[in-house]
């Protein structure tokens, strides 16, 4: 619920994210591409108040996870007037019957979690036919389940060079952009750089000396509310920040202790949190 004085929290929130994510570039090593990371702000569950209220404040990248409130919130009147110049990026697990539904989306920029050539070849016919007239690509970028969970959604990192090397010569529609991972959620920095981040990395570089592509033209999303920090300082150029920004999230239909730990626990399982720096 919007509440007066949200207006100043979220203001300050979202300059002290800011100024982290450009401290954070700077301590970046010389060898590491000069790319100003992109923030995501990630506004699930968050009222499209909110999301006037930091594209006011100059943000212009939001971060949705379910369809059906990126619809919603992308067609809002309030937002279709006030923001412009918005643009929205999907980094949910995607299904195959929802692919017309999100392609529908007003202002939609990204879709940050293509994980099957079954999806790519959906996404890239479905782009053609809904947006005939629209010459434009599709911004994509592939998801690579980089701990291995099963509660997370992504391509074994050992399938992701054949599966752009797909996207890149069967998906004409589609332009890819770069690669996205959620990784194991609560890793302990004192132990060391984040494996999974490490691995993303790695698989960059793979990839690049395969199919010759340039290293800087290949993105990297990585790194949430909580890792957005170190995500930078080893190379992600896109983070997904929610709560940080927005605050904890509040979902409806939760209001025993119970059914509120039960979605909270489930939520830190997918990891999906992202306001990119992608928290999500």
Request: aromatic share 6%; charged share 25%; net charge neutral.
């Given at each position: 619920?919007?509440?007066?004085?949200?207006?100043?929290?979220?203001?300050?929130?979202?300059?002290?994210?800011?100024?982290?994510?450009?401290?954070?570039?700077?301590?970046?090593?010389?060898?590491?591409?000069?790319?100003?990371?992109?923030?995501?702000?990630?506004?699930?569950?968050?009222?499209?108040?909110?999301?006037?209220?930091?594209?006011?404040?100059?943000?212009?990248?939001?971060?949705?996870?379910?369809?059906?409130?990126?619809?919603?919130?992308?067609?809002?009147?309030?937002?279709?007037?006030?923001?412009?110049?918005?643009?929205?990026?999907?980094?949910?697990?995607?299904?195959k019957n929802n692919?017309?539904?999100?392609?529908?989306?007003?202002?939609?920029?990204?879709?940050?979690?293509?994980?099957?050539?079954?999806?790519?070849?959906?996404?890239?016919?479905?782009?053609?036919?809904?947006?005939?007239?629209?010459?434009?690509?599709?911004?994509?970028?592939?998801?690579?389940?980089?701990?291995?969970?099963?509660?997370?959604?992504?391509?074994?990192?050992?399938?992701?060079?054949?599966?752009?090397?797909?996207?890149?010569?069967?998906?004409?529609?589609?332009?890819?952009?770069?690669?996205?991972?959620?990784?194991?959620?609560?890793?302990?920095?004192?132990?060391?750089?984040?494996?999974?981040?490490?691995?993303?990395?790695?698989?960059?570089?793979?990839l690049c000396d395969?199919?010759?592509?340039?290293l800087e033209e290949?993105?990297?999303?990585?790194?949430?509310?909580?890792?957005?920090?170190?995500?930078?300082?080893?190379?992600?150029?896109?983070?997904?920040?929610?709560?940080?920004?927005?605050?904890?999230?509040?979902?409806?239909?939760?209001?025993?202790?119970?059914?509120?730990?039960?979605?909270?626990?489930?939520?830190?399982?997918?990891?999906?949190?992202?306001?990119?720096?992608?928290?999500?």
């Amino acid at each position: 619920m919007w509440k007066v004085g949200m207006s100043e929290e979220i203001g300050k929130a979202l300059q002290a994210v800011v100024d982290r994510v450009k401290q954070a570039a700077a301590r970046r090593s010389q060898t590491l591409q000069n790319v100003s990371p992109r923030l995501v702000a990630v506004s699930k569950t968050k009222p499209p108040e909110m999301v006037v209220e930091a594209y006011q404040q100059g943000q212009r990248n939001f971060g949705e996870n379910y369809v059906n409130e990126l619809l919603d919130k992308s067609s809002n009147p309030q937002i279709l007037s006030l923001c412009p110049e918005i643009k929205w990026h999907f980094i949910g697990h995607l299904q195959k019957n929802n692919v017309n539904k999100l392609l529908g989306v007003p202002n939609l920029f990204m879709v940050e979690t293509v994980d099957s050539v079954k999806l790519a070849d959906k996404v890239n016919i479905s782009w053609q036919r809904l947006r005939a007239a629209n010459t434009q690509r599709l911004k994509i970028m592939v998801q690579i389940n980089t701990s291995g969970e099963d509660s997370k959604h992504g391509l074994p990192p050992e399938e992701t060079v054949n599966t752009v090397k797909y996207i890149i010569s069967h998906c004409p529609a589609l332009h890819f952009v770069g690669l996205m991972t959620i990784g194991r959620y609560g890793y302990d920095l004192s132990d060391g750089p984040n494996p999974d981040f490490q691995m993303l990395l790695s698989h960059r570089r793979k990839l690049c000396d395969s199919l010759q592509l340039l290293l800087e033209e290949v993105e990297l999303s990585m790194g949430m509310s909580t890792d957005f920090e170190h995500a930078i300082e080893v190379g992600s150029t896109n983070v997904r920040v929610g709560s940080t920004i927005f605050g904890e999230r509040e979902y409806p239909n939760t209001h025993s202790p119970e059914k509120k730990s039960k979605v909270m626990t489930e939520e830190a399982a997918g990891k999906m949190e992202h306001l990119t720096v992608t928290e999500q």
